[in-house]
């Protein structure tokens, strides 16, 4: 596979790699929210979560929706509630190794 395919693979992965973010991709599972709806429910800041939605938003995970003075955030397809979903089956699989694992080559 040519490197460049594998380096635009690894941006799209690194989507799901930060804590905050991961935490907003499951928030947006269920419907679309506002900044600040997802700075209240992740008990963010602003600043945070808006840098985590352009990180997200340029991996192509999500979409955004202006509606006034407010821009709602939502998932951008049903592939990506159901890679989340996937997640969460492997990770029921594989957890108990995941949280022994000692090595730290991220």
Do not use: P, W
Request: glycine share 6%; with cysteine; net charge negative.
């Amino acid at each position: 596979m040519a490197t460049e395919v594998i380096d635009t693979k690894a941006k799209f992965i690194r989507g799901f790699s930060d804590k905050t973010r991961l935490q907003i991709l499951e928030c947006l599972k269920q419907n679309e929210k506002t900044v600040s709806e997802l700075v209240e429910e992740l008990q963010g800041n602003q600043s945070n979560i808006s840098q985590h939605l352009s990180c997200l938003k340029g991996c192509g995970l999500i979409v955004g929706r202006q509606e006034g003075k407010y821009v709602y955030y939502r998932l951008r397809s049903e592939q990506i509630t159901e890679m989340l979903n996937l997640i969460d089956l492997v990770f029921e699989q594989v957890g108990n190794e995941v949280d022994k694992c000692d090595s730290h080559l991220y």
